[in-house]
């Protein structure tokens, strides 16, 4: 499985970006695709994800972004987007899309980056003050 993000770029405080990732390859039909980001100088941390268990699907957040932040889904394009908005200085960093593999629990929720067993390369999001 590959992925691959695009999206991201410069914004303004309170202004909007999109960041979407496409999956190629065979994906298991219990999985995750998550977010998650890294401020400089700072560790991984997770931002929020899509899973698929059981026949449902669930998108969850980090407190800090929950009432900022949705996931989207487009099943034609094997692909989710992140759409960020209200953005802060804060939300700064590289973000990180990643999927779970084969392996994964098929439990509703990922959020610790052993969960994921695939990565995107990341892209860059500097929001100025």
């Known amino acids: 499985v590959q992925l691959v993000e695009s999206g991201g770029g410069l914004a303004q405080t309170g202004g909007s970006l999109n960041l979407t990732c496409a999956a190629s390859g065979r994906i298991a039909s219990n999985h995750a695709m998550g977010w998650f980001r890294q401020a400089p100088g700072m560790g991984r941390e997770f931002v929020g994800a899509?899973?698929?268990?059981?026949?449902?699907?669930?998108?969850y957040f980090t407190n800090s972004v929950k009432d900022r932040f949705t996931i989207t889904r487009d099943n034609t394009k094997n692909a989710v987007t992140l759409h960020m908005g209200t953005l802060k200085p804060e939300d700064t960093g590289v973000y990180y899309c990643a999927a779970t593999g084969p392996h994964w629990s098929g439990t509703r929720w990922a959020y610790e980056e052993p969960d994921y067993e695939y990565w995107g390369q990341g892209t860059q999001v500097t929001v100025s003050a």
């Open positions: 899509l899973s698929w268990s059981g026949g449902s699907g669930y998108v």
